[in-house]
């Protein structure tokens, strides 16, 4: 099964970093999108079938942390797993609540996220 991909940094440099690795690891691919901001990137969610999200914290117009929480509002938390991706520079350590990530809930639409979390991405 391919996994679709959504990368969201403000940082085009960073989601073509993102985007190389993720194709050299192995890891069946599907479509990649991206997007430069939370805004963009709930944009992406309601227009395309994602299974996983890789996201930036310090972005403008709606940072990593407000995406999460409006996917965790509208039910899309819940099948869509988020990993955060970002140096952590200039942005005070999240606290573990902020980043949930609701892992031990089955995805219900394919259970992508559960695989990638148990196995890891090859």
């Known amino acids: 099964m391919a996994y679709n991909v959504l990368i969201v940094?403000?940082?085009?440099?960073?989601?073509?970093v993102v985007e190389k690795t993720l194709?050299?690891?192995?890891?069946?691919?599907?479509?990649?999108?991206?997007?430069?901001?939370?805004?963009?990137?709930?944009?992406?969610?309601?227009?395309?079938?994602v299974d996983i999200v890789f996201a930036d914290i310090n972005m403008p117009e709606m940072?990593?942390?407000?995406?999460?929480?409006?996917?965790?509002?509208?039910?899309l938390l819940k099948t869509v797993p988020v990993v955060i991706v970002s140096s952590g520079q200039g942005y005070p350590r999240l606290p573990e609540q902020a980043v949930?990530?609701?892992?031990?809930?089955?995805?219900?639409?394919?259970?992508?996220?559960?695989?990638?979390?148990?196995?890891?991405?090859p």
Do not use: F, P
């Open 100 to 121: 949930y990530s609701r892992g031990d809930q089955e995805d219900s639409r394919r259970g992508a996220g559960r695989q990638v979390i148990e196995r890891g991405m």
């Open 23 to 49: 194709r050299v690891s192995g890891c069946a691919l599907g479509e990649i999108w991206q997007a430069a901001n939370g805004r963009e990137a709930l944009d992406q969610l309601k227009a395309h079938w």
């Open 63 to 75: 940072n990593g942390v407000e995406m999460v929480n409006r996917m965790a509002e509208t039910g």
């Open 9 to 16: 940094d403000d940082s085009a440099i960073v989601r073509t």
